[in-house]
């Protein structure tokens, strides 16, 4: 009966993107879902890039997700944590909620204390993220995926935000990602890290 009810189904999700756990129903994208997957292992950072509605998001969620979990990036072993976030407002802090689910140093304790410290190292220096990963003590086989949807919002935020200094806190943030793919610690050096942002391209030009 279940069978037949998923059978009978609509295959497209509507208007919304495709969602990791839809991926037997996402076609048409093969090629692209391993060119993703081979700059990722090559870079560690891809910026997916297309006009708006083209399936940039339904192509990292229900693509490239799978194959990782999958194990198509051999290099890298099958076992990956996800951090996803809209960098939206605060990008800072966003990111901070994001890897506080993924990564708490100790998830047993306290959410709110967690996070707290997370964020806290994130602003206290550019190599908060890569502190943030080496304190989590994720196993020397885990890997680390950030996921930024809607990247763009780093600029929309510029203009918006009613903070006194919002270039300030999206120069810090774009700074923490580009120490984490530069620099790596010696804590680090067994994990992997890396990034995946989604930006729309028809109003804005990124340079990384
Ligand atoms: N391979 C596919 N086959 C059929 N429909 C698809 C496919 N990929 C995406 N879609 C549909 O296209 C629409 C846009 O997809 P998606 O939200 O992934 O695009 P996006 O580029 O991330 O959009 P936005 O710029 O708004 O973030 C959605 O309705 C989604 O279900
Ligand atoms: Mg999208």
């Known amino acids: ?23 037997y129903l996402f076609f048409g994208r093969d090629g692209q ?9 090559t870079a560690r950072f891809v910026a997916v890039v297309g006009t708006s509605g083209s399936g ?3 192509l990292v969620r229900a693509g490239l997700l799978p194959a990782l979990f999958s194990g198509h990036m051999p290099s890298a072993g099958s076992s990956w944590r996800i951090a996803t976030f809209r960098p939206g407002n605060s990008p800072i802090s ?8 993924v990564c708490g140093a ?27 990963v080496s304190q989590s003590k ?11 949807d809607q990247f763009e ?7 918006k935000s009613t903070d006194e200094h919002p270039e300030d806190e999206a120069a810090a943030f774009v700074k923490l990602l580009q120490i984490s793919l530069t ?25 990384i």
């Open 153 to 159: 919002e780093l600029f929309r935020f510029r203009k």
């Open 33 to 41: 879902s391993d060119e993703v997957l081979t700059k990722l292992r």
């Open 138 to 148: 994720m196993a020397p086989y885990e890997n680390l995926l950030i996921l930024a």
């Open 106 to 132: 100790d998830a047993r304790g306290n959410a709110a204390i967690r996070l707290t410290n997370i964020e806290r190292t994130l602003r206290r220096s550019s190599l908060g993220l890569l502190e943030v």
């Open 183 to 207: 620099r790596k610690k010696k804590s680090e050096k067994t994990h992997p890290f890396i990034h995946t942002s989604l930006i729309n391209t028809k109003k804005y030009k990124v340079i």
């Open 1 to 23: 009966m279940i069978e037949q009810e998923r059978l009978l189904s609509n295959p497209f999700p509507g208007l919304r993107s495709f969602e990791t756990d839809e991926n």
């Open 56 to 58: 940039k998001s339904s």
């Open 94 to 101: 966003n990111l901070a909620k994001a890897l506080s689910e």
